[in-house]
T-cell receptor, first 114, second 117 residues
């Protein structure tokens, strides 16, 4: 019940295209859903995050879509650039008073071709 | 954004020696820090949750006597890999939660690559 399932495992997109990564969760107690970007040999960096009270959040070229009833959320990268090539992790956590530990998805390796 | 500094970024040691990794929150206070381990092309695996002034909480399967965690202040947590062996070689990453923000945000360090010969 603590798992977060992420797909696809890898994704290749042409420059200017849209990258879409999907995640699904089981635990309805999760109330915070961040996306992290990780470059090789570096720690993850927070990209964008959403809470269940909204269905969509957009920051620049990055958009999270959230479907509470389906227990799914996705990351859309518009106008994908070669510099976006990295591994992306979705995650979920419960209320901070419950410990705030993050449960990570398996990761998606994104390659944006020039 | 908040900055978490992790040192060293890369360490090579001989089998049987101990290695200490530091994790510092530079511009915020963190009552809670987390330590992760990551194998190549895999996700982050939580090893332990470190709370300032108290004992760390270890995840199932993580040897607390091998991976010693100390969280002595609101800005510093350390992970010591004791009597390291080649199988301990991995990428170790810390994160810290900013308690001044009413959000459940974790900021990550840049990671430490440990190679045990």
């Amino acid at each position: 019940q603590q798992q977060v399932k992420q797909s696809p495992q890898s994704l290749i997109v042409q420059k200017g295209g849209i990258s879409i990564i999907n995640c699904a969760y089981e635990n309805t107690a999760f109330d915070y859903f961040p996306w992290y970007q990780q470059f090789p040999g570096k720690g993850p960096a927070l990209l964008i995050a959403i809470r269940p009270d909204v269905s969509e959040k957009k920051e620049g070229r990055f958009t999270i879509s959230f479907n509470k009833s389906a227990k799914q959320f996705s990351l859309h990268i518009m106008d994908s650039q070669p510099g976006d090539s990295a591994t992306y992790f979705c995650a979920a956590s419960m209320n901070p008073t419950s410990g705030s530990r993050l449960t990570f998805g398996e990761g998606t390796q994104l390659t944006v071709n020039p | 954004g908040a900055v978490v500094s992790q040192h060293p970024s890369w360490v090579i040691c001989k089998s049987g020696t101990s290695v200490k990794i530091e994790c510092r929150s530079l511009d915020f206070q963190a009552t809670t820090m987390f330590w992760y381990r990551q194998f190549p092309k895999q996700s982050l695996m939580l090893m332990a949750t470190s709370n300032e002034g108290s004992k760390a909480t270890y995840e199932q399967g993580v040897e607390k006597d091998k991976f010693l965690i100390n969280h002595a202040s609101l800005t510093l947590s350390t992970l010591t890999v004791t009597s390291a062996h080649p199988e301990d070689s991995s990428f170790y990453i810390c994160s810290a939660r900013d308690l001044t923000v009413a959000k459940n945000i974790q900021y990550f360090g840049a990671g430490t690559r440990l190679s045990v010969l």
